[in-house]
């Protein structure tokens, strides 16, 4: 493996691209439709940045006038213009029908049977050949590359819904008191108002349409459902959708279920109008379309994922990749825990499952086979450790911001409860890589294929200090998220500037440019309280103190280095810069552009590369994150459903019921649902629905309420690796040319300590740094996360934290060998059941326990307390049985050693 490359010139890996866009059913755009794609992804971050940046309101400064304000947004007008964003980027991105689904070929087989029986010469068949291609020409797309008129009038519905929020706002809000049918006909809004007032002869024959007169806020909102089922069928698939159709049908007909039914009758609701359910589905931040999961994309969920598009475009996945492959590439199945590594690393930026496994598999996947590795195994390895990216602190996935929201926690709190059920979880995926290398003999790689980790530090060391800075800013400073992530962009853009202005030649004209601009914005706040933009402006404000522009300036020295980073390009427009290495896709954006301008020479300009670098990223983040608020928009109907049919509460005592009081069958129930409900879609919805479903449920059992949800998330992850629809398997086997469901299956297998240890958790809270059973105050939780007084506490932190958390250590190594079939030597298959119930009895005693107990309160039998003498008992037990096994693992070993020697 050879040092990274220094320009960004080489050309993006064509088979990454087609491989994600196939799994994720998305068009490949180029020429005009490529550049309206960007255009809008482009807008889509900047409306976010400046969220991030300015929150809802935005003023600008103007000379004499003063501060000017341009944009002051409420919440429910934000949530409406991201998800239109969405929804235009989702009919422009996704087709309707490459004409493989099931409608598609019903009325293909439809068609060709009507033709076959009445002929291609009678009237009907003209006419029915006349709809086959009117069909054809509006939806159907096989090639994914033709924008349909379907496509277009979806998008303008969209942009018209946004436009409504953002220009009728108070019209919205008297709607909140006298319902929708209070609301105006099209006719009176924006901007169809505007248009008859140009032309009013067209006002008249608006009038007289049949329904012009039905307020315009219901047929928008009932439009904006359909556009949001629509969009997710095209980019979740169609199961979702018929999901949260069903929920939308059972808000409106499920009175019909009798009350004294069996079982179901707890299901009945009240009568509700299409008007009231349109209005809490469209028109609401509490629940519905626009709800707390669409809040928690504005907030947080976008700001990050743009993060991690800029991290990545910046050529820090090739970096890291390459690191963990200089830290692990020679030793024993070096390239698989490489792959672990380097998936770990990518997660932190990434949070997708698919785009990480085919990102960074197509890197190691070829060399885990090379080393001796079979396809399936190699597969397994890259989709395991993919999947736990969406589990890895600091950025975790998309459902970790949600975690933020519905339980109230602290995102930096979440981060610190997360890391150790993480790294646990990563260790035991990388023993089980060590011992099936060990069982094949899988070696590693020669060390002249790998980088030095030393020369490799020196030349990229920028990349992990976004990294660092995230967590300073989360956990020291403890901002807010969109804040510090937001900072944290603002820092990768000038590390990004400094690095793409520096080489021999401007290696002393850099810091002194930089030092430049600082002292000349320096004066000026001395001299008259203001930078220099804000002096051409406003003009002099009055000065201030040395110690307030020196803040000042080290506040803004980010954008000062952007600065002065575009003052050095500017001037030196050819140079190359030997230490960066931007993502192949932004040297193909830039030659893209620069093309279609008619000036290829721009394509080698390092100050447009820069722009363009900025741009990539910027529509890269918008294109990653199309799904994910489709996702969290389509998931919100259904918590909006339960919230206006009051469902919830007899939901909660149904389910109570079902679970007969037993918390180990609740548990199992949710961790099947989680499983099942997650199969081939994304770790969001199944989130957000379950936790809308199962999550006051499991409080109910006396879970810490973080603990719940972190379990219901855990068990969204795994069922991207779980057969028969294993989502990241099935992208591993696509690159690892591997038998699929063989890939799925030792894809779970590697990450069965990841169903084990969910399990630990709950029983065991102190395995997440949580200390139950304690008043909080000005809060009603009975739950926090551990401080230095609990930790000093050795009565405490001794028998809760620290055994259970070196008993999960243990524990995946004997689930190691478990489920490899190999320690030092080769393990029967009565020791490898050993091994599992060491395993089990070390990582979570209380779980036998507490199903012993259940199962014997169910003969009328006094229920056994799961004590710490018996949870400390019972794990002394399994430590002992693991080192019996071990030892008489490790004889074995010795005697295979010593008979060829004999």
């Known amino acids: 493996m050879s040092e990274p490359q220094t320009t960004d010139d080489a050309e993006p890996a064509p088979e990454t691209d087609e491989l994600i866009n196939e799994l994720q059913q998305k068009r490949s755009v180029t020429g005009w439709l490529g550049f309206v794609v960007a255009a809008v992804g482009i807008s889509f971050s900047i409306f976010q940045v400046m969220l991030a940046a300015k929150s809802f309101y935005w003023d600008l400064p103007l000379p004499i006038i003063g501060e000017v304000r341009l944009v ?10 991201h998800v239109s964003f969405a929804l235009v980027l989702t009919f422009l991105l996704y087709p309707p029908s490459t004409g493989e689904g099931f409608v598609a070929r019903w009325l293909g087989r439809l068609d060709s049977g009507i033709r076959t029986r009445i002929g291609p010469d009678n009237p009907v068949g003209r006419v029915q050949d006349g709809i086959r291609r009117l069909l054809h020409w509006a939806f159907y797309d096989p090639d994914q590359k033709r924008l349909t008129p379907a496509d277009v009038v979806l998008s303008i519905l969209a942009l018209l819904s946004a436009v409504y929020f953002l220009a009728e706002y108070s019209e919205i809000q008297n709607m909140r008191v006298f319902g929708l049918g209070a609301g105006s006909p099209y006719y009176e809004v924006f901007p169809f108002r ?16 049949p329904g012009a007169e039905i307020s315009y806020a219901f047929v928008l909102g009932a439009i904006g459902v359909l556009l949001v089922l629509e969009a997710t069928r095209r980019t979740i698939g169609l199961p979702l959708m018929l999901i949260v159709a069903a929920f939308i049908l059972y808000a409106r007909w499920g009175h019909f279920i009798p009350q004294d039914a069996a079982y179901v009758g707890i299901l009945s609701i009240p009568n509700l109008s299409w008007e009231s359910i349109i209005q809490n589905l ?50 024993t199945g070096g390239p698989a825990k490489a792959s672990i590594l380097a998936s770990g690393f990518m997660g932190t930026i990434s949070g997708s499952s698919i785009a990480n496994t085919v990102t960074t598999g197509t890197f190691t996947i070829p060399l885990m086979k090379r080393s001796g590795y079979d396809p399936e195994f190699s597969g397994a390895v890259e989709a395991a450790a993919s999947s736990g990216g969406q589990i890895l602190p600091p950025v975790m996935g998309a459902a970790a911001f949600l975690i933020v929201q519905y339980t109230a926690t602290p995102f930096a709190d979440v981060i610190v409860v997360a890391t150790i059920p993480a790294i646990v979880f990563f260790f035991g995926v990388w023993v089980m890589v060590h011992l099936e290398a060990v069982r094949a003999g899988v070696g590693g790689l020669d060390k002249s294929e790998l980088v030095n980790v030393g020369d490799h530090l020196r030349r990229g060391w920028f990349y992990l200090v976004p990294l660092f800075l995230l967590l300073y800013y989360l956990i020291i400073e403890r901002l807010s998220v969109a804040r510090s992530a937001w900072f944290t962009i603002l820092a990768i853009g000038a590390l990004l500037a400094l690095v793409a202005a520096y080489n021999d030649q401007t290696r002393l004209l850099l810091p002194a440019t930089v030092a430049g601009v600082a002292a000349i914005q320096f004066v000026s706040f001395v001299l008259f309280g203001t930078d220099l933009l804000g002096l051409l402006i406003t003009g002099p404000l009055g000065g201030v103190s040395l110690q307030v522009a020196v803040g000042r300036v080290i506040g803004n020295l980010g954008w000062y280095t952007i600065i002065a980073g575009f003052l050095v390009m500017a001037t030196h427009p050819g140079m190359r810069a030997p230490l960066l290495s931007l993502d192949p896709d932004v040297g193909s954006a830039a030659r893209t552009v620069s093309n279609a301008v008619r000036r ?17 990223a910027m529509d890269s983040g918008a294109r990653t994150a199309v799904p994910v608020v489709i996702a969290v928009a389509a998931a919100g109907i259904i918590p909006g459903v339960i919230s206006v049919s009051g469902l919830g509460p007899n939901l909660v005592s149904l389910i109570t019921q079902l679970a007969a009081g037993s918390l180990v069958l609740m548990l199992l129930m949710t961790a099947v649902a989680s499983i099942i409900l997650g199969m081939g879609m994304p770790t969001t919805v ?3 629905i379950l936790v809308s ?21 855990y068990f969204g992850v795994i069922a991207d690796i779980t057969p028969p629809v294993a989502v990241a398997a099935y992208a591993a086997s696509g690159v690892a040319q591997s038998d699929a469901f063989e890939t799925g299956v030792k894809a779970f297998s590697l990450s069965l300590n990841k169903a084990v240890v969910p399990f630990a958790f ?19 939780k009975t739950y926090r996360v551990l401080n230095s007084a609990d930790l000093l506490d050795l009565t405490y932190s001794i028998p809760e934290v620290l055994v259970p958390v070196l008993g999960l250590f243990l524990g995946v190594i004997a689930l190691g060998a478990t489920v490899i079939g190999h320690l030092y030597a080769p393990v029967s298959r009565l020791k490898r059941a050993g091994f599992a119930l060491s395993s089990l009895l070390l990582m979570a005693p209380g779980l036998l326990v507490t199903a012993i107990s259940d199962a014997i309160t169910t003969v009328g039998m006094a229920p056994i307390p799961v004590t710490t003498s018996i949870d400390l008992g019972l794990r002394a037990i399994g430590l002992l049985l693991f080192v019996v096994l071990l030892v008489q693992n490790r004889r074995v070993d010795w005697s295979l050693e010593q008979e060829p020697t004999a």
């Open 600 to 616: 290829p020479s721009l394509a080698d300009n390092q100050l447009f590369r820069y722009i363009a670098y900025t741009g990539n």
């Open 282 to 331: 469209w028109y609401n931040t509490e629940n519905g379309v626009f709800g707390i999961p669409v809040t928690v994309s504005v907030q947080f969920i976008y700001i990050f994922i743009l993060f991690g598009a800029f991290l990545e475009k910046s050529g820090a996945g090739q970096w890291f990749i390459d690191l963990a492959y200089a830290g692990t590439g020679t030793r």
């Open 194 to 209: 505007l248009l008859f007032e140009t032309i009013p002869v067209l006002e008249s024959v608006a009038q007289a349409l």
């Open 72 to 81: 002051g947004l409420q919440l429910l007008q934000a949530n409406a213009v």
């Open 693 to 713: 479903l199962l999550g006051p449920a499991l409080v109910e059992f006396g879970i810490a309420e973080l603990a719940a949800h972190l379990f219901i998330l």
């Open 762 to 780: 709950i029983l065991s809270p102190g395995i997440l740094l949580l200390r139950t059973g304690v008043e909080v105050p000005d809060s009603d």
């Open 686 to 688: 199944t989130y957000i």
